[in-house]
T-cell receptor, first 114, second 114 residues
């Protein structure tokens, strides 16, 4: 049973560019949450998708947007990249429909903005 | 404003001894608390959790204690093993009215010395 998978593993972008990160949830899970983990910090909640809609959002600007597809996989898009967007981006999945709220994390995508 | 605080960035313990990791929180609405373990190049892995209706939860070598009046929880690992060396994150959320996003502390790096 595959766990949460994310792609790519690493990414280097230039300021002002746009980036798309991808996540496939654990089998049987219907909810995807995205977190940003800056160096020396804990993960910070960006937003959560359930039933293809953004259900909750953290304190992140509109440059951060996302999408969930019918197969429950999800994308995180960041526009107009800033140096401060350099971080590890984590995807977590859970099974909201069954009331199982435990979140399982993927290995993350390391984004470096130069 | 940090709602979940882990005031010890690092902790070193000898193999076989007890490791105690501490976490404080400020939001009295939190009713569910979790500990995650993170190895380099991997996503956080769920370790153990506790509901606010309990004051202790045990799973093998891992025990979490919750002191609601002090808004404090701790993770005890007995006996500590070299494989326990990792970064440990404390997290909390509100579950009695839906399922709010996880709020994480900054983490404590545990080193278990053989």
């Amino acid at each position: 049973d595959a766990g949460v998978t994310q792609s790519p593993t690493h990414l280097i972008k230039t300021r002002g560019q746009q980036v798309t990160l991808r996540c496939s949830p654990k089998s049987g899970h219907d909810t995807v949450s995205w977190y940003q983990q800056a160096l020396g910090q804990g993960p910070q909640f960006i937003f959560q998708y359930y039933e293809e809609e953004e259900r909750q959002r953290g304190n992140f600007p509109d440059r951060f947007s996302g999408h969930q597809f019918p197969n429950y996989s999800s994308e995180l898009n960041v526009n107009a990249l800033l140096l401060g967007d350099s971080a590890l981006y984590l995807c977590a999945s859970s099974a909201t429909g069954t009331g199982a709220y435990e979140q399982y994390f993927g290995p993350g995508t390391r984004l470096t903005v130069t | 404003d940090q709602q979940v605080k882990q005031n010890s960035p690092s902790l070193s313990v000898q193999e076989g001894r007890i490791s105690i990791l501490n976490c404080d929180y400020t939001n009295s609405m939190f009713d569910y608390f979790l500990w995650y373990k993170k190895y380099p190049a991997e996503g956080p892995t769920f370790l153990i959790s506790i509901s606010s209706i309990k004051d202790k939860n045990e799973d093998g070598r891992f025990t979490v204690f919750l002191n609601k009046s002090a808004k404090h929880l701790s993770l005890h690992i007995v006996p500590s093993q070299p494989g326990d060396s990792a970064v440990y994150f404390c997290a909390a959320n509100v579950r009695n009215s839906g399922n709010t996003p996880l709020v994480f502390g900054k983490g404590t790096r545990l080193s278990v010395i053989a």
